[in-house]
């Protein structure tokens, strides 16, 4: 029999940006405004994942819409992280946000996905409205995406441009009849949040071709209509599903930016937003990995005995005792061989990081140059990131099937959900486009194109 867990697992490889770990020595005492605190991030994050590991594998396996988790998230403030810097506001960074989907996803890895999806999201009004918006020109609202979300307390959802995969036209626009506008039609179905969202974020065309027009829509709206879908093999709770528009109406202050149809056209910086989101997942990924090596750590820790040591020819040697977890040398190389693999993750990951944060930064005096050196190295991240995560908890399951027993394949502490999460996460991508993107780069040169789809 395992020992069950007690208290909430803390990843078990610490290897984040600094901008994790400036935790505030004060205590949370008093409710703040956590936009013009960055240092209480990580606190605050810390506690909310120690809060979702709790009942994490429960959660997983009822598979409700995430109500719950991201009344949780709004409770403390993380969807309000991402905003940019300015004049009485200190937004966190993009490493920041990083480190914040890394953690939550170590613990439930759905709530990471969301959140992730969320904050990609609310830059859409500075990736697609050109320098002048960027340079502080409002929207009719009078205000940015980005701070407008933090200010409503909104979670996000949506994507700008279909799947490779989808059929159909996609969303549609056509003129609104009087007082300007359009009129949203059509169905999509998206990877997160959309059951639960405050509000929609999607890409169009008028005619269904032509300039792309990226929108905001309230889901609870006339003529929207969401349905959660099937049952998923993983990421159950990250609220993924089908949106139909029937005639919404989209006023013209709603009408976040637009991007022209011919690529070429497009600037470097707006084509960064895809490359955002998949960074972000990457994070959602390789925290799923910690989760899961974490989770294995205790396990084995908690004292169960191990096989006996093997002889060498492989097999058990004969008459030999078992051997205290912690002290066999099969399985202390195994956690050697996985938290290496992790930590050289973790490794390239940050380097991704680091390209995307500076390029950020860059906003539209970005190179095509400098935006394909990011794209390689997010391509890098993702296939490294993802294989490792795939075998990390693939490894788990055997691991902790050895040490404790019938009680793991009966499901008992859960390992399947890690495992489950992470071929459900890694699976929309195509390792073998990445790693031919990256070599035909390195080999001649050539730049990735320069397209919104992830």
């Known amino acids: 029999m395992s020992t069950p867990r007690k208290s909430p697992k803390r990843p078990a490889i610490r290897t984040t940006s600094a901008a994790a770990d400036r935790i505030a020595d004060r205590p949370v005492d008093r409710p703040v405004d956590r936009t013009a605190d960055d240092e209480i991030w990580p606190r605050v994050t810390r506690e909310l994942a120690d809060d979702l590991a709790v009942d994490a594998l429960a959660r997983d396996r009822a598979g409700k819409a995430p109500f719950d988790e991201v009344a949780r998230l709004q409770e403390a403030g993380l969807p309000a992280l991402l905003t940019a810097p300015g004049t009485n506001r200190r937004g966190a960074d993009w490493p920041a946000a990083c480190a914040v989907v890394r953690e939550i996803s170590a ?33 009719a609202n009078g205000l940015p995406l980005d701070v407008r979300t933090a200010e409503e307390h909104w979670l996000l959802a949506g994507g700008v441009e279909p799947p490779r995969n989808e059929a159909g036209p996609g969303l549609t626009l056509s003129p ?93 910086y707006s084509t960064l937003a895809p490359l955002a989101l998949r960074l972000l ?27 006996a040591p093997t002889g060498g020819t492989g097999g058990p040697t004969d008459g030999a005792p078992p051997v205290g977890a912690g002290d066999d040398p099969y399985l202390l190389l195994a956690y050697g061989e996985l938290a290496t693999a992790a930590h050289a993750a973790a490794v390239v990951v940050e380097r991704a990081t680091d390209a995307l944060a500076h390029g950020l ?56 959900r890690f495992w489950r999460n992470a071929r459900a996460l890694t699976a929309p991508t195509q390792a073998a486009h990445r790693l031919r993107d990256i070599g035909d780069h390195y080999l001649n040169g050539t730049h990735a194109r320069l397209t919104l789809l992830a």
């Open 107 to 139: 613990a439930d890895s759905s709530v990471g996905e969301l959140l992730a999806h969320h904050y990609a999201l609310s830059w859409s009004s500075r990736f697609f409205d050109g320098p002048a918006r960027d340079a502080g020109t409002p929207l």
């Open 176 to 268: 609104a009849d009087s007082g300007g506008g359009w009129i949203l039609d059509g169905s999509r179905t998206f990877a997160s949040a959309v059951t639960v969202a405050d509000r929609l974020v999607v890409g169009a065309r008028p005619g269904g071709s032509g300039d792309l027009f990226v929108v905001l829509v309230d889901p609870a709206g006339p003529g929207v209509f969401t349905d959660a879908g099937a049952e998923r093999v993983g990421q159950r709770l990250a609220g993924a599903g089908t949106v139909t528009f029937d005639r919404v109406p989209v006023p013209p202050e709603d009408v976040l930016g637009s991007l022209p149809h011919d690529e070429h056209a497009v600037a470097p």
């Open 281 to 307: 997942l990457v994070h959602v990924g390789l925290g799923i990995a910690e989760g899961a090596l974490a989770e294995a750590r205790d396990i084995s820790r908690a004292g169960q005995s191990g096989p």
């Open 361 to 416: 930064l860059g906003a539209w005096s970005l190179g095509v140059e400098e935006r394909a050196d990011i794209a390689v190295l997010v391509a890098a991240a993702e296939t490294v990131a993802g294989r490792a995560a795939v075998h990390i908890t693939t490894r788990i399951l055997e691991i902790v099937d050895g040490t404790a027993g019938a009680d793991a394949r009966s499901g008992g502490p859960g390992f399947d």
